[in-house]
């Protein structure tokens, strides 16, 4: 296993530094390039490995990006700090939770316990290094790790734990309830920066800290469309499937596709790095 792990692109140990000290997210954007080992992953590199990968998107291969050994236990501490933060606000309003306030709340609250420095300095890496070193290469609509969803803006949708932009999402949501009845569900609404560090993070610790294998099913933080508006649906009662390929085979999706509503963000074989989501509902602003 450590064999393999050196054999791939690796992402160096913090080490000292000031991030996370009030530096210019453009420089602090800089200071991260070099964190990771090995140049800057295109798809026109070898169409044929990348759809490759892109097929087999949940099993690992040879130049994935992993955490290094002497960055994993800050990794793991702050995958499990940020579990608890969710259990402390609950799983609804974790969702529009902004950095800051997840900062402030894990510092008042010993169950969680405060972010630590290295923690705080990883996450901003995280954030602010390019997606592109393991692979997705998707546009970022959220430029700073302190954007944040302003509740005047958003609505809470009625038994799915979950929130949707007024303008942007609501009303093509409920357009959408209107044709299909109550078979459609609304499965991920907005997620905040944090909600996607938590989900990205997670999905990387049961990858064994591969950054890559991770960001072929989710973006990561800062990336997600999920911040401004786009949302995820499903069939009722189909559970975790909702999530596959076998979407495609309910009531649900064949009524959005023949009424026009499927205009993925992900369609089958982009060039973004991302596994096809039929389920992904695109907003279009214009991005």
Known sequence: MVESMKRRHLLKSLG??????????????KTTRGYFIGKTYSPDDGLKDYLHKIKNFNKPHQDDVQIENGLYATFESTVMRLRRLQKLVGHGNFNILSFT??????????????????????????????????????????????D????????????????????????????????????VILTSGIRSVMKQFLLFLNKVYDSEGNLSLASRSLAPPGYSFHGNGDFDVGQKGYGKLNFTGTFTETDVYKRLAELGYLKLRYPQDNKLGVRYEPWHIKINLNV
Do not use: H, W
Not at 16 to 29: D, K, Q, R, S, T
Not at 109 to 127: A, H, M, N, Q, S
């Open 16 to 29: 000292a530094g000031c991030i996370g000290m009030g530096i210019a997210p453009e420089l602090l954007a």
């Open 101 to 146: 306030d997840g900062l402030s709340l894990a510092r008042n609250y010993p169950d969680v316990g405060k972010f630590t420095k290295e923690e705080r300095k990883f996450l901003e890496i995280v954030f602010y290094e390019d997606g592109q070193r393991y692979g997705f290469m998707g546009q970022k609509p959220l430029k700073e790790i302190t």
């Open 148 to 183: 944040q969803v302003k509740k005047k803006d958003v609505i809470k949708v009625p038994y799915s734990g979950n929130f949707l932009y007024k303008e942007r999402s609501v009303e093509l949501f409920e357009e959408i309830k209107k044709e299909l009845g109550d078979q």
